[in-house]
């Protein structure tokens, strides 16, 4: 604030004092030190509005720069450059309103995919070098809501733009397969595909707090957003009074791939990445189980070969403790489809800003494991494949959100 009082004070002499009156009310007054040390480095452009307006620019103060350019005009200085300063004031002005208002995680998005050109440079260094607007981004996405809801009801979490450890490094690849063998015949391959651990990023997005349930796949299905659940091809008796696969309360299972798309596009969002869905498992801290670190056959509907964890079955969604970012069942109960094709090699040679999987394949990445699987697959780093075209009673989905898809609801579809 300093730049526009020590102005004030220089041209309230020119009689222009009323400019700024107005918003002078919240000015500091401690101004005259530096005014005084200013003056004896650089007189000229301590009296000079114009020269004020750019060091205010400078110091991202765009409140000061526009008030500063405004002095300048109002002088008669230099008056395009001034209103160049003016335009671009006011227009960052203009964007933090917008900022405050709602759209900060889109501004963090689209600033990762401006600055950083992750396949022809080292995106951490790129952050290093630019931190302190990466910094002030994240701020800025920090200011939205943690929590969005979906028209269905479903909260969905905010996830914030960064970078964490993708995958499993060698060693817990062995130590997973150790303790694989210790309940059976186990094979290494079935955990290499983890590797190699890269460090990758991520821009903001949201993603469901829940399994997608029974009861909010209905309400597609009774709005002609989604074809009614064919559950025939899934398994017979599924269907039946008192089942837990078709309880209201129940994750959606039985669905294929294209019919997890299809709801979540109704739903004003899409399924997430593979990549999204290991960073929203494995949180800030990037934890072995979403819970934490260490095994614990209470925090997850898994395998336990009986009802140790309180079901033999699928349980209702949310049956157990959420992980740090708010989300529930991201190990165990079903399986969730991802929007990646898999590749038992993909890490090798992916993007590290926001990989998306290979172009093709014959089958999609699932995540999280199911009620039949052992504790090996309820870390967040475990990796699983399905044909998509398959309805499968242990797979379900969540969905997620764009920054940019914020404020889309549910696509309204005809009855048919
Ligand atoms: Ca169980
Ligand atoms: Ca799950």
């Known amino acids: ?23 002078l009310v919240a000015f500091s007054l401690g101004c005259s030190n530096q005014e005084d ?9 301590a009296e000079d509005p114009l020269a004020m307006a750019r060091a205010a620019l400078a110091d991202r103060q765009w409140e000061d720069a526009r008030a500063l350019a405004a002095l300048a005009i109002e002088a008669n200085v230099e008056v395009e450059a001034a209103k160049q300063i003016m335009q671009r004031a006011v227009a960052e002005t203009n964007n933090r309103v917008r900022l405050e208002q709602g759209e900060a995680l889109f501004a963090a998005d689209q600033f990762i995919k401006a600055y950083v050109k992750v396949d022809s440079i080292d995106a951490d260094s790129a952050y290093g070098s630019r931190a302190d607007n990466l910094s002030m981004r994240i701020r800025q996405a920090a200011a939205l809501p943690e929590v969005v809801e979906r028209e269905t009801g479903e909260k969905m979490s905010r996830i914030l733009v960064g970078n964490f450890p993708r995958g499993s490094s060698a060693k817990e690849i062995e130590r997973t397969f150790e303790v694989c063998e210790k309940s059976g015949d186990c094979e290494m391959k079935w955990f290499e595909s983890e590797g190699p651990e890269r460090r990758i990023t991520l821009g903001s997005y949201f993603i469901d707090r829940h399994e997608v349930s029974v009861s909010q796949y209905s309400a597609c299905v009774a709005k002609g957003g989604c074809k009614a659940i064919d559950w025939e091809t899934c398994g017979a008796g599924l269907n039946v009074e008192g089942s837990p696969f078709a ?25 997430p990445t593979e990549a999204e869905w290991e960073r929203a498992a494995t ?9 934490g670190a260490t095994w614990n056959d209470r925090e997850a509907n898994w395998g336990d ?23 529930f069942d991201m190990a165990g109960n079903v399986y969730e489809w991802t929007a990646d094709w898999y590749d038992p090699n993909a890490y090798g040679d992916s993007p590290k800003l926001d990989p998306r999987g290979p172009d093709a394949g014959t089958s999609k990445v699932i995540r999280g494991g199911d ?7 309820m870390r967040g780093a475990h990796r699983n494949r399905a044909n998509p075209e398959v309805r499968d009673k242990t797979v379900g989905f969540r969905c997620a959100k764009s920054p940019s898809q914020l404020g889309k609801v549910s696509v309204a579809h005809a009855p048919k």
Not at 249 to 264: D, L, R
Not at 305 to 327: K, M
Not at 371 to 377: A, E, H, I, L, M
Request: proline share 4%; hydrophobic share 35%; aromatic share 10%.
């Open 1 to 23: 604030m300093s730049h526009i009082w020590c102005a004030m004070k220089k041209l309230s002499t020119l009689g222009v004092c009323w400019l700024l009156a107005s918003s």
């Open 37 to 45: 040390s200013a003056s004896s480095a650089n007189d000229e452009s």
């Open 247 to 271: 309880a209201a309360a129940s994750p959606q299972s039985c669905v294929s791939w294209s019919e997890a798309v299809t709801f979540c596009e109704w739903a004003g969002g899409r399924l």
């Open 283 to 291: 949180g800030p801290d990037d934890t072995r189980f979403p819970w």
């Open 305 to 327: 070969g009986g009802a140790s964890d309180g079901y033999e079955s699928l349980a209702p969604v949310g049956s157990f403790g959420s992980n740090a970012e708010g989300l």
């Open 371 to 377: 009620f039949t699987r052992d504790q090996g697959s």
